[in-house]
């Protein structure tokens, strides 16, 4: 079986997002299990020179975008065991960052489109493509209108990944014919709310569509999570699953990482403790091994509960005697508050702004709780790379929240979690967790818990497989 993994970031080459953490450890553990996957990605300015070295060309040829005929090469590099090929445009792709430009329509159209040009120039033909978010929604979309019915294309399925229902690539109807290439007459796969919804075309041209935890699978078919898009997924729910995502144990492991200033594992917690002691070090924390670290690692943007956070930071520090630490970047308001916050609790608030991987790994090791109280989380990675490190999760019974967290109150669970969208329940559930904190005996049954359960990517891969396997029958 082979498959093609088409995305627009995957590590370790480039990532704005989880996005890029999923393409580039998902086709691995797909490799491992023997099926032939592959991953197709823009060869983007930002890729870094030591990983563009790597890189050897393979072919050019060029692509119809609408009126147009653009330039496409094709380069291919090896990582982790996987084939990447990347494709490059220097009008489309060499510019700062991955996305938010004018044109980004037009660019992903390309994209898409070469995706699909480029089969036949390479020695690799997909039994699956496998498309993701809007970025390569047009995928699925133009092989059901252009390449389905060509000798060469005919038999491949087509998989849709959702992994943000937020962004969906919603244009203004004019660019159907000029930009994306396609006829009027087709118009009615991509219309949708008198728009061109990327996303929405993909939904109705794919064999399969997938998200990616159950859950958010569930609360997608709701208005309130669906951002408009409930009444084609409940039209189209018998092609809907989904499939949790995991994470890469071999980038996220405490008894390996050289990013972190003492490895540890399950059954050597002390030296988790010194982790603490030398980040409440680096921070400007008080350095006092007893004192519960809480930690946030996230976008600061609303659906990521920080307005939860901003209503009862003060309440937490005060009255539970913690300290904290965020590490993240987003709206200004939100940036502004919590320097104010460091400012003011100095000794007990640490707040550092940015995309710091290294610093990130640190916090994990070191952090005694792990708090995400997320509005809408589709999967989050961010608290299983908490539980692998041994960092208590609290979050929101949300998407992949609630079925990667289970409370603890009845003394099998892995966290603490609380089911309405309320700051006063959000502090409840912070207060349990700091409570459970107190009893070491007990904290550290739930710490060795947390660590060695299982959310690599052993079991997600084999539920992918077996979709896949069901659409060649």
């Known amino acids: 079986m082979r498959c093609l993994y088409c995305t627009s970031e995957a590590l370790p080459f480039i990532a704005s997002g989880g996005l890029g953490d999923v393409s580039g450890s998902l086709p691995k553990a797909l490799r491992q299990r023997l099926i032939g996957c592959r991953v197709v990605m823009p060869l983007y300015k930002d890729i870094s020179y030591e990983l563009k070295s790597s890189m050897r060309f393979v072919t050019s040829f060029n692509v119809p975008v609408a009126w147009r005929n653009q330039y496409c090469g094709v380069f291919e590099a090896k990582a982790g065991g996987i084939i990447y090929y990347f494709i490059d445009n220097e009008y489309y792709f060499k510019r700062n960052g991955l996305y938010g430009y004018y044109d980004d329509a037009e660019r992903f159209a390309f994209f898409s489109r070469a995706i699909l040009e480029m089969l036949v120039h390479i020695d690799f033909k997909p039994d699956i493509l496998h498309a993701n978010d809007w970025q390569t ?149 008080e350095k006092n091994p007893d004192i519960p670290l809480i930690s946030v690692i996230t976008r600061l943007v609303p659906h990521k509960g920080i307005s939860l956070i ?105 966290g603490f979690t609380f089911k309405n969208y309320d700051s006063m329940d959000m502090f409840n559930c912070v207060r349990r967790a700091v409570e459970g904190y107190k009893n070491k005996d007990g904290w550290n049954i739930l710490v060795k818990r947390a660590m060695n359960g299982d959310n690599s990517w052993s079991n997600s891969a084999n539920e992918y497989i077996r979709l896949y396997k069901k659409l060649l029958k």
């Not at 229902?165 to 009615?188: A, F, H, P, R, T």
């Not at 008894?255 to 002691?277: A, M």
């Not at 209503?311 to 590490?327: A, D, K, P, S, W």
């Not at 608030?349 to 995309?355: A, E, L, N, R």
């Open 137 to 285: 929604a047009l995928v699925p979309v133009y092989y059901s209108l252009i390449y389905a019915n060509n000798y060469w294309y005919r038999g491949i399925k087509t998989v849709f990944t959702i992994h943000n229902i937020q962004y969906q690539g919603k244009y203004g109807k004019e660019i159907l014919e000029d930009v994306v290439g396609i006829d009027k007459n087709s118009e009615s796969i991509l219309e949708f709310d008198d728009c061109i919804n990327f996303m929405k075309g993909a939904i109705e041209a794919s064999n399969i569509v997938t998200t990616v935890s159950p859950t958010y699978a569930n609360e997608i078919l709701d208005p309130w999570y669906s951002h408009g898009l409930d009444p084609i997924l409940k039209a189209r729910h018998w092609k809907l699953e989904g499939i949790l995502n995991g994470i890469d144990y071999n980038n996220y492991n405490p008894e390996e990482d050289t990013n972190i200033y003492c490895r540890y594992s399950s059954e050597n917690l002390d030296e988790k403790v010194n982790n603490k002691l030398l980040l409440q070090e680096r921070l400007f924390l």
């Open 310 to 414: 901003v209503e009862q930071l003060e309440r937490i520090i005060n009255e539970l005697g913690v300290q904290f630490v965020i590490l993240g970047s987003g709206e200004q308001a939100y940036e502004d508050y919590f320097r104010y916050m460091q400012e003011k609790y100095k000794g007990k608030v640490s707040s550092c702004f940015g995309f710091v991987p290294e610093l990130s790994h640190k916090i994990y090791a070191a952090s005694d709780i792990f708090l995400m109280p997320s509005k809408s989380e589709p999967c989050g990675l961010s608290q299983m790379i908490a539980l692998r490190y041994g960092a208590i999760p609290v979050v929101r019974e949300t998407g992949g929240l609630r079925d990667s967290v289970v409370d603890s109150q009845d003394g099998y669970g892995n």
